[in-house]
């Protein structure tokens, strides 16, 4: 697309609309949504002006293409997105691409849970990750320990071999006996038999 076009394309999209609102949010709305995304990471549980400083700064580039190539309504809503984004990617890189979807909304909660403490430095940039040689866990396994509850190996319990004999198989085997064929109506059961045993004795 020639620049000139380009250039007229954005003024159509970010100017304002017959004197009204513009049609969408520009980089320059950076400024309205930033008081709101910084108040968002305080509720996230960033409190060191550190860390909160770092994030600010990759959440606008962030905010800053999106609104840049996109069609955006609403500067707060976009900046909002853009940090929880962050967040999100950073966990899922954290844990792995063999963590599945649902585990890795468990481990949101965890974080942000306070069950890790340490994490917003991480994912800020500020503290670099422990190492094997510092003697202290990776911050990956420390919320894969709080995060997925681990699997106890198979036990089967030993139990000892038992007959059934249900009342309705003794009861069929009750009634096959007096509709076998020669026995007449009323006899109790094994009448024929004891019969023909009498019958051989005398």
Request: charged share 25%.
């Amino acid at each position: 697309m020639d620049s000139a076009v380009s250039a007229r394309f954005a003024d159509l999209v970010h100017g304002p609309l017959h004197g009204g609102e513009p049609v969408a949010a520009s980089p320059a709305d950076w400024e309205q949504a930033a008081p709101r995304v910084a108040r968002y990471l305080r509720a996230l549980g960033v409190r060191d002006p550190r860390d909160s400083e770092l994030l600010m700064a990759r959440i606008r580039g962030r905010f800053e293409h999106q609104v840049a190539t996109n069609l955006v309504p609403d500067a707060v809503e976009t900046g909002i997105e853009e940090a929880s984004k962050l967040l999100d990617e950073w966990l899922a890189t954290e844990l792995g691409s063999d963590v599945p979807g649902p585990m890795r909304g468990v481990a949101r909660a965890v974080v942000l849970g306070g069950a890790v403490p340490g994490w917003v430095g991480v994912w800020s940039g500020r503290t670099p990750q422990p190492s094997g040689q510092s003697g202290g866990r990776p911050i990956s396994e420390r919320i894969r320990a709080s995060s997925l509850a681990p699997v106890p190996d198979p036990a089967p319990l030993a139990m000892t071999t038992q007959r059934i004999d249900p009342c309705c198989y003794r009861l069929f085997r009750r009634l096959a006996r007096r509709l076998r064929p020669g026995s007449p109506p009323g006899s109790p059961p094994g009448t024929l038999d004891r019969r023909a045993t009498l019958g051989q004795t005398l």
